[in-house]
């Protein structure tokens, strides 16, 4: 979700690093006169910021490390919580290649999550080299090339607000500008958005018949990039790739994967080419209770 910018600078202990720059994922800092700037209009309010930088010089307002409070250091759970709190989306990688061995372990571990009747009917295609994932980026910014343009018909827009309950306009409104930026971009300069340089992925996906498909494979989506922490790599889940692959059938055929499956999530994976030195990023939750009145 884009909203304005709740970022503050430390200017004395900003040393102009660059790592929050680079980490950004909606452009809202840049370096003016060498430290770190709020000048976008729009954050994702996701702290990665605050997590890569080494002298802890940024803050977002009410944004902080909401953290678990019964459990005991060094214990099992304790290691766990370390892995969620540590975990995030990655936005950079290095070359280095991941081991075919290392992903079928991952796809392993995401098979081993809840599934609704235990149907257990995900299936995982995996995209094992960087030049596979930019032929499978390629595909997918030719979806948004043509959305796009669609999208810049008032005719079609128009239409859509008429019979498709203006899901092309909602799409001009909220993702156009920036799509269109991030095509630009990765045509003039060679800064590919989607998968940020990742060196593999995981394509999550189910089966027909089974009763709760998107989360079956959300279950093991999340198993996969835990273990992916766990083991020092990076992750994303690309929701612009599920989205295109459901709306153009080429691009899943182009990964042969069969036109019965649905495919729920596409994981990027790598090396990160970053240093998180610290949680950050999350909004305080308040539970709420219910309670009968005879309950203690
Ligand atoms: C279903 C889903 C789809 C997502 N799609 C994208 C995406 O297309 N591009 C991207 O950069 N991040 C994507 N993300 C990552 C979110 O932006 C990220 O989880 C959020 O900003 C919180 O940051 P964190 O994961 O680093 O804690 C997606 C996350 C989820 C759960």
Not at 71 to 86: F, G, N, V, W
Not at 142 to 150: A, D, E, P, Q, S
Request: aromatic share 6%; net charge positive.
């Amino acid at each position: 979700m884009r909203q304005k910018p709740i970022t503050t600078i430390n200017e004395q202990l900003c040393t102009g690093c660059e790592s929050c720059v680079k980490i950004c994922p909606s452009d809202t800092l840049s370096i003016r006169d060498g430290i770190a700037t709020v000048t976008g209009e729009e954050s994702m309010h996701c702290a990665q910021c605050v997590a890569v930088c080494p002298v802890n010089a940024i803050s977002l307002e009410g944004i902080g490390v909401p953290r678990p409070k019964t459990i005991e250091p060094k214990t099992r759970a304790a290691l766990l919580s370390e892995i969620m709190m540590s975990r995030r989306s990655c936005r950079a990688y290095v070359d280095t290649p991941v081991e075919r061995a290392v992903i079928e372990d991952l796809v392993t571990l995401g098979s081993w999550a809840p599934s609704g009747t235990n149907s257990q009917m995900w299936t995982f295609t995996i995209v094992p080299d960087r030049e596979s994932m930019l032929a499978l980026a390629e595909k997918t910014a030719g979806f948004y090339r043509r959305l796009n343009k669609m999208a810049r018909s008032p005719v079609k827009r128009g239409f859509s607000r008429l019979f498709m309950k203006d899901v092309l306009g909602n799409y001009y409104r909220e993702y156009h500008d920036s799509v269109e930026l991030a095509l630009d971009e990765w045509a003039k300069t060679g800064r590919e958005r989607l998968f940020h340089g990742a060196v593999a992925g995981i394509l999550v996906a189910t089966r027909q018949g089974v009763s709760c498909p998107v989360e079956d494979a959300l279950m093991a989506s999340q198993n996969i990039v835990l273990a992916a922490q766990a083991m020092g790599l990076g992750t994303c889940l690309v929701g612009f790739v599920v989205e295109a692959m459901a709306r153009d059938r080429s691009i899943g055929a182009m990964l042969g994967i069969p036109t019965e499956e649905t495919v729920h999530a596409v994981i990027a994976v790598g090396h990160p080419d970053v240093k998180y030195v610290r949680p950050s990023g999350r909004k305080k939750v308040t539970p709420r209770y219910f309670q009968t009145m005879t309950s203690k």
